[in-house]
C-alpha cells in the first residue's frame, strides 16, 4: 500500500524560519526599552520615597504646630519606613534607602527652626537615584 503525501499537514522550513527571524526583530526592539523601564522604575520609587518624607514632615509639623510635640528624623523615619524599602539612618539628619541592587539613595533632613518654619527634606542623591 502506499500512502500519499499530500494529507500530511505541517510548516514550511521557510515558515519557520520566517516566525524565527520576526521573534528576534520584536526582542531585539522590547530589550531595551525593558532596560529603559528598570531605570525609570528606580527613579520613581526614590521619588515617591522623597514625597513621603515630605508628606511625613507636613503631617509632623502641623502637629507640631497644634499640640506642642517635637519631632526629629527618628519620628520622621517610623513614618515613612515600609516593607518595600527599608529606611535607614546613617547619620543624625541623613537617610539612606536601598532601592535596587547597587542603588542607594540618600535624603538629607533639616531640622524644625521655628513654629513657622517646618523641616524639609533634599531630593534623592545617588547614582541611579535622579
Known amino acids: 500500500m502506499r500512502t500519499s503525501l499530500k494529507n500530511n499537514k505541517g510548516f514550511t522550513l521557510i515558515e519557520l ?3 524565527i527571524v520576526i521573534l528576534g526583530i520584536l526582542a531585539s526592539v522590547a530589550i531595551p526599552r525593558f532596560i529603559d523601564l528598570k531605570s525609570s522604575a528606580t527613579k520613581s ?3 515617591g520615597v522623597t514625597g513621603a518624607l515630605k508628606g ?5 509639623h502641623a502637629q507640631y504646630i497644634l499640640n506642642s510635640t517635637t519631632y526629629d528624623s527618628g519620628t520622621i523615619l517610623t513614618q515613612v519606613d515600609g516593607a518595600d524599602v527599608a ?3 546613617s547619620g543624625a539628619n541623613t537617610f539612606t534607602a536601598l532601592i535596587d541592587t ?3 539613595c540618600t535624603w538629607t533632613y533639616t531640622d ?3 513654629l513657622a518654619g517646618q523641616g524639609s527634606v533634599t531630593s534623592a542623591s545617588g547614582t541611579g537615584c535622579s
Do not use: F, K, R
Open 17 to 19: 524560519i520566517m516566525v
Open 102 to 104: 547597587g542603588v542607594t
Open 87 to 89: 529606611l535607614g539612618t
Open 112 to 114: 524644625v527652626t521655628s
Open 56 to 60: 511625613a514632615i507636613v503631617m509632623l
Open 45 to 47: 520609587v526614590a521619588e
